[in-house]
């Protein structure tokens, strides 16, 4: 375990391949590789399966060319490198839940190419989910991916198993938002750092075992003290981030990261499956109504709204866009979004990501947003 | 009180010295420069690059270092500047320093040698946008040197031929090395130097207009930073702005140097 209150987290994040490998010879269980956190996990671990969400390794790479155009997304091309260079070579299976055609093409290259994996599930969602009919045809969707897991596994997926696994889902969920309340706070007791290892290794620890670490935590937060400075209160947006030498950065020069609108973080766990005596109805709506990622989202643009209210309610200052660069949805989102956080008074800066980043560029470039901000006192 | 900028650029080190003079009936702190001093940093030792450069700029102004009130560094090595009291981003230092010469200035393009950036300012000297390239120096002032040695030129004389030529040559290339081979392409069909000349330059500044577009072009637009001595270039940044004029102070590389020994004065005043 790492040091500090957080140290787990941070544990399990730098060792995640290690993790899976050792949870997978204490359970016996299968590990799935999930792309997108579109993914219904609720039905994975139901089937006794861990899922373990497929991140980036933020190094150079020269795999992945073969199989995935130059200009689709640096996330799609690092998942795809991580899937050819065997890093993820104990995962039985590999699954997708439609978002992006980028990401898509990365799965499909993952399960032509990557031998490890034992079977694969595509399974189709509507982008359209403002559309009447969406969560019927996702409800579908849903069943048919539990009765592909039940042939696969032999194991019936009933009420209860579903259930009992939303029950540990949305536990983790309610505890996430309980971490990120304390972010609320002025110089909160949680720092954007610490909370991306604690969102980004919900997606691939076994739920109890994160549900038992993150009340650890959150009863010792109250008693935190905090010796750095809060200086900028920034809110990021945009799609994956695990970047975390950059979180660090961004934390050192001034600022604190209070709040972001990102899969890997608030998205993935916003909101909770509402049991209403259909398990895959209602795990099937949860997707369906969750904080949109800009591919799921119109003809209403709803993630504005929502994005605008997580500054405002979290206090935020700024919004740096983290944009992963090629990835066209938040692109397409990117100038009515700054627009409409800057007419609410929120300043935004502009920042595109690649597998590798210039962590000193962009040292100048925040530091000199943060002057920006803070002009009052340095003119 | 004497305070000191030192900008501490990616090849070169800036220095400048400046003196609040006290003019009677002037509503604000009026200044003097007291001394400057460019270096080339030989030994990629930028730590005693700075405190030579510094030294140096003490001694052309006959000062020694008990003299300075404070010292604000800038630039790519500003963290390197042990004996600095404080230090700012490009963009504050740039953007103060060009209000100074230009009170009118609302854009700013600052072009180095290998970064380039455009800078917003509201009139009172205050940053208040900016954008700047990122990992690429096709547009900034390292590239047009690459390219005025594959003309076996002096930087000088690739600027001057430029002005030369009214042709139009598109560079497609979006790296150094890619425009090099177009250059030498240009070179074996004996293409004129200076419409090569002027087509490297037209190339560097669409890349700086492009960025400069990102945070807006508003008038008075302020050229700083060493390709002000350029003057093909200033041509050819012009006619990709389509502004009638852009201002060109007489210090260029100095300006963010400046700029930073104006803010010690004003924070500390």
């Known amino acids: 375990m790492g040091s500090g209150l957080f140290g787990q987290f941070t544990a399990w994040y730098e060792r995640r391949h290690d993790y899976a490998r050792d949870w997978k010879a204490r359970t016996g269980g299968q590990v799935v590789a999930t792309m997108c956190t579109y993914t219904p996990e609720e039905l994975l671990i139901a089937a006794g399966m861990l899922p373990v969400r497929v991140l980036g390794a933020h190094e150079p790479q020269n795999v992945s060319e073969p199989h995935i155009f130059g200009m689709f997304c640096p996330f799609c091309r690092d998942s795809l490198a991580q899937g050819l260079l065997g890093r993820f070579d104990y995962a039985d299976g590999v699954t997708l839940t439609q978002s992006c055609i980028q990401y898509r093409q990365a799965f499909d290259a993952w399960r032509r190419h990557v031998p490890s994996v034992q079977w694969d599930y595509y399974c189709p969602m509507p982008n359209d989910v403002q559309s009447r009919h969406a969560k019927a045809a996702h409800r579908h969707e849903v069943r048919r991916f539990r009765e592909f897991l039940e042939q696969l596994t032999g194991r019936a997926l009933d009420e209860a198993a579903l259930n009992e696994a939303i029950g540990v889902v949305n536990e983790n969920r309610r505890l996430l938002r309980a ?169 935004t800066l502009f920042l595109e990501f690649d597998i590798t980043n210039p962590i000193g560029p962009f040292r100048i470039r925040i530091e000199a947003f943060l002057e920006t901000l803070r002009e009052d006192d340095l003119f | 009180m004497i305070t000191a900028g030192i900008d501490m650029g990616s090849r070169t080190v800036k220095v400048v010295l400046l003196e609040d003079a006290k003019v009677e009936g002037a509503p604000a702190l009026q200044f003097v420069v007291k001394g400057k001093h460019l270096m080339f940093p030989g030994d990629l030792d930028a ?217 010690a004065a004003t924070q500390r005043a």
């Not at chain 1, 090629?326 to 007419?343: I, Q, V």
């Not at chain 2, 963290?79 to 700012?88: G, H, N, P, Q, R």
């Not at chain 2, 930087?155 to 090099?180: H, W, Y």
């Open chain 1, 179 to 347: 971490l990120y309340e304390f972010r609320k706070e002025a110089n909160p007791k949680v720092t954007g750092l610490e909370a991306v290892y604690a969102a980004l290794t919900a997606q691939f620890v076994d739920k109890r075992e994160h549900n038992a670490e993150l009340k650890r935590v959150i009863a010792a937060l109250p008693d935190r003290e905090m010796e750095r400075e809060e200086g900028v209160r920034l809110m990021t947006i945009g799609s994956e981030n695990d970047d975390c030498g950059f979180m660090a950065m961004v934390e050192s020069v001034g600022a604190t990261i209070v709040i972001d609108d990102q899969c890997s973080g608030s998205r993935y766990f916003w909101n909770e499956v509402k049991v209403n005596g259909d398990a895959v109805a209602a795990i099937a709506d949860r997707y369906c109504e969750r904080p949109a990622c800009p591919t799921k989202d119109y003809p209403e643009h709803t993630r504005f709204d929502h994005v605008l209210k997580l500054a405002q309610n979290y206090k935020a200052q700024a919004a740096v866009f983290l944009q992963q660069k090629f990835c066209d949805p938040h692109e397409g989102d990117y100038p009515d979004l700054k627009r409409h956080l800057e007419a609410a008074g929120i300043p």
């Open chain 2, 47 to 263: 730590d005693a690059a700075a405190d030579q450069a510094f030294e140096e700029a003490l001694a052309s102004a006959g000062l020694d270092r008990g003299a300075v009130g404070a010292v604000y560094a800038t630039g790519a090595g500003r963290k390197m500047v042990k004996f600095a009291t404080d230090s700012v981003t490009e963009m504050s230092a740039g953007a103060k320093g060009a209000s100074f010469f230009y009170p009118s200035a609302r854009t700013i393009v600052d072009v180095g040698a290998e970064e380039g950036r455009g800078i917003k300012t509201d009139g009172s000297g205050k940053a208040t946008d900016f954008a700047g390239n990122e990992k690429c120096a096709a547009g900034a002032g390292s590239f047009a040197e690459a390219m005025s040695r594959a003309l076996q030129m002096s930087l000088k004389e690739f600027g001057e031929s430029s002005l030369r030529s009214d042709r139009s040559i598109p560079m497609n290339a979006q790296c150094t090395v890619f425009a090099e081979s177009e250059v030498v392409s240009l070179i074996h069909s004996s293409t004129p130097k200076e419409d090569i000349a002027k087509a490297v330059l037209d190339a560097v500044a669409s890349r700086v207009c492009a960025m400069v577009r990102r945070v807006g072009i508003d008038n008075d637009v302020v050229l700083i930073g060493g390709m002000v001595h350029n003057t093909g270039f200033v041509k050819s940044l012009q006619t990709a702005m389509g502004v009638d004029e852009i201002k060109l102070p007489d210090m260029p590389e100095y300006v963010s140097a400046l700029g930073c020994a104006l803010l």
